[in-house]
């Protein structure tokens, strides 16, 4: 897992799962919901031993903080038939992130008030990590690890933000499908996940959360 993952447990991973929520990603890993799994270790019913089998797995920091394993990443979010997703590898991939990546086109996918919603969440996960970049610099107590992993991770958020936020700039062209329209409809199942509707950044279905 190292550092090529965030936590899910804290503030900031509480911010990004319910954005993730929010646009409609149905987070399951081998059928397990991923937020109820985090809730039952938070509230020790689960062990560390047992989160691989979630989708789960603990930092080596012996703070008890949980990240999203890169498989659970892959399945959850991995459009296979979009080749840019098959980049993502990991939850700081920034092909997650980008504009043209899972969580844009799922929030060009709903109506301006559930995008500014979710995007709230991402924007305030953005917020906190920001803060928290800039106490550990003035403080100078941490080690040159943490901006080394966290640094990149706010790039990709604030791009993401940024990407969701031109949505509702862009003016649609005289004729143009609207995005739930856009595409080639799909219904299946892949690697885990049950999706439904455009080829590019089908919502799940059953939503989890």
Known sequence: LGGATRCMNNSKGQE?????????FGAKYD????EASINRFICKKLLPCDLPKY?????????NLVVLSDVAVVQIFVDPIVASDLLIKT???PELWAKNGPLVRMAQTLDASKRKAALGHFEEALRL???E??????KM????SFSKWHIPMVKVLRDCCRAMQALDLQTPAVGSAPASQAGQSLSGTTVGMTFTGS???AAPVNNAW
């Open 129 to 131: 990590r920001d803060k």
């Open 133 to 138: 970049i800039e106490t550990q610099n003035l």
């Open 199 to 201: 080829v590019a950044g």
């Open 16 to 24: 990004e799962l319910l954005g993730f929520k929010g646009l409609g």
């Open 91 to 93: 939850y700081t991939t």
């Open 141 to 144: 107590i941490k080690p040159p």
């Open 55 to 63: 989708g789960l797995g603990l930092l080596p920091y012996g703070q």
């Open 31 to 34: 059928g397990f919901c991923v």
